[in-house]
Structure formats: structure tokens, C-alpha cells
Nanobody, 121 residues
Framework: QLQLVESGGGLVQPGGSLRLSCAAS????????TGWFRQAPGKAREGVLCNSGGSTIYADSGRFTISVDNAKNTMYLQITNLKPEDTAVYYC??????????????????WGQGTQVTVSS
């Protein structure tokens, strides 16, 4: 059974950091494009950061970093300097189709159940 299970969300003060986890079962994360997405109340789901190259550590130039522990078949999203506008339900996702993937929800196949992140003082 293909399954993704997120954890690590919670209430964080502005400026804080958080690491979200996504444990995969039924497929090997090394062979698929992976990504993190979020959905704030009343807004569409959006891509946060995606790792189409299968790197074990992938960071953008900002506050988000994806890492993958191949031994645990688990991927992580590290977020630093959290802001109130980061408040959302965060989802991990895996793309099992071949070909280049954009960091958009439509390009991803399997989804976790989501974990709530709330940034507030």
C-alpha cells in the first residue's frame, strides 16, 4: 500500500523554525520526484518546494529546505524564520509519473494527510 504520513506541525512563534516529516511506505523515495505543498484557509493549494532531482538535500535561496533520509525512507521540510503568512496545512507529495515535474499540485500523484502549521505569537 502506497502511503505518506506527515508529522511535525504545531504552533510556532514568528521567527521560529520547524521541521516537518513525511514517512513513505510502499515506494522508495529515491526514485521519485517529491514535494511539499501548503494550503491556507480560503486559498488554493500551492507548491512550497519540490525536489525533482532526487537530491538528498535541496534548498531554495530562501527559508525552505527539503532533505531525504534514504535509510528511513522519510523526507523532511525545514522552515526557518517562520512568518504568520506561513500558517497553513502542509502536505507532502510524490510524483510517480515519468517526465519533468513542475512544483504544482496537478503534477503529483500521492499525497499525505496534511499537518497543520500555525505561526502566531
Amino acid at each position: 500500500q502506497l502511503q505518506l504520513v506527515e508529522s511535525g506541525g504545531g504552533l510556532v512563534q514568528p521567527g521560529g523554525s520547524l521541521r516537518l516529516s513525511c514517512a513513505a511506505s510502499g515506494f522508495d523515495l529515491r526514485y521519485y520526484a517529491t514535494g511539499w505543498f501548503r494550503q491556507a484557509p480560503g486559498k488554493a493549494r500551492e507548491g512550497v518546494l519540490c525536489n525533482s532531482g532526487g537530491s538528498t538535500i535541496y534548498a531554495d535561496s530562501g527559508r525552505f529546505t527539503i532533505s531525504v533520509d534514504n535509510a528511513k525512507n522519510t523526507m523532511y521540510l525545514q522552515i526557518t524564520n517562520l512568518k504568520p503568512e506561513d500558517t497553513a496545512v502542509y502536505y507532502c507529495a510524490v510524483r510517480t509519473a515519468t517526465g519533468a515535474a513542475r512544483c504544482v499540485p496537478a503534477d503529483y500523484t500521492y499525497w499525505g494527510q496534511g499537518t497543520q502549521v500555525t505561526v502566531s505569537s
